[in-house]
């Protein structure tokens, strides 16, 4: 079975880093190394003139041409009105992206020698719709079929329950992921058949770059303090990436040592700062003691579903390897974390998820194949794999060709769980506007609700559903703490009575994407259907254009 499956290849699209893995002939994941031979590639785009140049040397020239240099894009993914300038033209946060998706895509293709069409995304479980529908466009405008969109956590324990767990160990696992610019902690159940994501929380602007930029801002004022002067030498852009480039180096260097020397040259000074890791951990202390009080509301929020335990704290993501993020957490929970594959894991579990995506089509087809040759012309082949369990089954245990690594990978389910609460603006008892959340975050998805809200006065014409998203984990939340995502508008026939019913269904499917249908039951039947169109997000003319620029572009 193993030469027909197609290759999906997994991508860790990181704020700082992006990788690329895929399955190898035995079944093993295997990050591919870029064409400067590193298994991770600066998320750096620099504008060359007409070129764009990803990864290290890009990363390097931001220190010549600051104005010229996009970093930390993945921050601003789904921000409506984010637009990086550059010679008279205008990028969105998704088209950047894709520059970087392409390169480490095209270094996979030279390195292995063959083509990559479908790729699996990861991006962080806090992502709301807007952030992972950009996501999507980023390699879409690549020009890659972009199979799924998975949370990084998950691809982090798919990695790990493949990898590290025997196959019939059930363990709870904490994944307390601090990547470069996202903090993510997740309480996921890995068992024989199923890896299930119990509860997510985390912050979407916590990571590495915050304890560089603790580092910058100790340098300026040592910097002040040693040249007597208060000028604000970040002001310089020159100034401020060579700060910024030094701070990531001092912070990985402290990983290892002690102490660390720094030298900083401005207006004609130099300075040397030396950073002892005792004040790195003090400037920073307050970053780290926000990831762990994020980690406790989590927790709390696993007790609701009946977790009161977990049995391990792995730790993914590059700033883990921050060594006081291991004594923190082990002093906080009373229990070593294992640190596990910190810059490959993510990349590594969505090219497994990727793999068992291919599984999961080629045995499908199969099912189809044999169903179609017992079938009538007028019987629809349409199923879902779930619907099919026992044929596949069979299919898989017949199967010489299936190693037991792949059998084993093709009966995992994968379950999740929404990151974010969705609802609707309604009036409630005391006649105030709030938000009326239909999903609660940490709800397992795919969900389908329908709720009955009645019209606000007799013979309305329309009614006006404004889609919202929110982190609260009440019922009735303020307008203030949510985001609208979008709106629907279902007119209504004449004459009908205040409170009349309107039914409102939301679907989320795993990937996070919502489906609305409105519905007024009674007199007309009348039905709107949206599926949130993430308006901040590329699409129709701007979005072909950018996929039309990008076939035209190459990428170093
Ligand atoms: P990721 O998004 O998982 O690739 O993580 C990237 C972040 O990890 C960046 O902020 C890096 O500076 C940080 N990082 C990578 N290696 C180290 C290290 N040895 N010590 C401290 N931080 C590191």
Not at 404 to 422: A, D, G, I
Not at 519 to 532: D, L, Q
Request: a negative charge.
């Amino acid at each position: 079975m193993s030469d027909n499956v197609r290759k999906i290849y997994g991508i860790d699209l990181g704020t700082t880093y992006t990788s690329i893995a895929y399955m190898d002939e035995y079944g093993k994941p295997v990050v591919v190394h870029n064409a400067e031979n590193m298994a991770v590639t600066p998320s750096v785009v620099f504008f060359d003139g007409d070129n764009i140049v990803v990864g290290e040397v890009a990363k390097e020239s931001s220190r010549l041409y600051p104005h010229d240099v996009v970093s930390f894009i993945k921050r601003s993914m789904g921000e409506p009105d984010y637009v990086f300038e550059h010679n008279g033209r205008t990028f969105r946060p998704e088209e950047i992206s894709s520059f970087v998706i392409r390169k480490v895509v095209q270094d996979a293709e030279h390195s292995s020698g063959e083509k990559i069409t479908d790729v699996v995304i990861t991006c962080p479980a806090y992502f709301g719709i807007n952030e992972r529908e950009a996501t999507r466009r980023a390699g879409e405008i690549a020009g890659y079929n972009v199979r799924q969109i998975i949370n990084e956590p998950t691809a982090a324990a798919i990695a790990y329950g493949t990898i590290e767990v025997e196959s019939d160990e059930e363990r709870v696992v904490v994944v307390y992921d601090l990547g470069g610019g996202t903090f993510d902690i997740t309480m996921i159940e890995i068992q024989a058949n199923s890896i299930e994501v119990i509860c997510t929380g985390g912050d979407h602007n916590l990571g590495g770059k915050d304890w560089d930029d603790r580092i910058v801002a100790y340098l300026v004022q040592e910097f002040q303090n040693a040249t007597k002067s208060s000028e604000d030498i970040l002001d310089d852009a020159d100034t401020c990436q060579d700060l910024q480039l030094s701070a990531e180096k001092a912070k990985k260097v402290l990983s290892q040592r002690d102490k660390t020397p720094v030298l900083i040259t401005h207006g004609g000074e130099r300075v040397k700062v030396v950073i002892e890791r005792r004040k790195f951990e003090e400037i920073t202390q307050d970053l780290l003691e926000r990831t762990v009080a994020l980690t406790h509301e989590m927790l709390e929020e696993a007790k609701k579903k009946g977790y009161w335990n977990f049995d391990e704290i792995i730790l993914v993501g590059g700033a883990t390897r921050m060594p006081q993020v291991t004594s923190r957490i082990q002093r906080e929970f009373n229990m070593k974390p294992r640190v596990f594959d910190p810059d490959e894991a993510v990349a590594k579990g969505a090219a497994i998820y990727g793999m068992k995506i291919a599984l999961n089509e080629g045995l499908k087809q199969r099912v189809t194949d044999k169903r179609s040759k017992e079938m009538s012309a007028q019987e629809t082949l349409e199923f879902e794999i779930d619907d099919v369990l026992e044929e596949v089954e069979q299919l898989v245990n017949d199967d010489d060709a299936m190693s037991p690594s792949q059998m084993r990978l093709s009966r995992v389910r994968v379950k999740n769980v929404t990151s974010k609460s969705f609802g609707i603006i309604a009036v409630n008892s005391r006649d105030e506007e709030i938000v009326f959340n239909l999903i609660l975050k940490n709800t397992d998805v795919p969900k389908k609700i329908t709720k009955t809200f009645g019209t606000a006065v007799a013979n309305q014409e329309a009614v006006t559903i404004q889609i919202m998203e929110n982190d609260s984990s009440e019922v009735m939340t303020a307008i203030s703490e949510a985001a609208e995502i979008g709106t629907a508008v279902l007119n209504l026939p004449e004459n009908l009575p205040a409170d009349t019913p309107i039914d409102i269904t939301f679907k989320l499917n795993e990937e996070g994407r919502l489906e609305i249908t409105a519905i007024e039951p009674t007199a007309s039947k009348r039905t709107v259907n949206v599926t949130i169109d993430t308006r901040s997000v590329i699409q129709g003319e701007e979005f072909e254009q950018a996929k039309a620029r990008s076939r035209n572009l190459v990428v170093s």
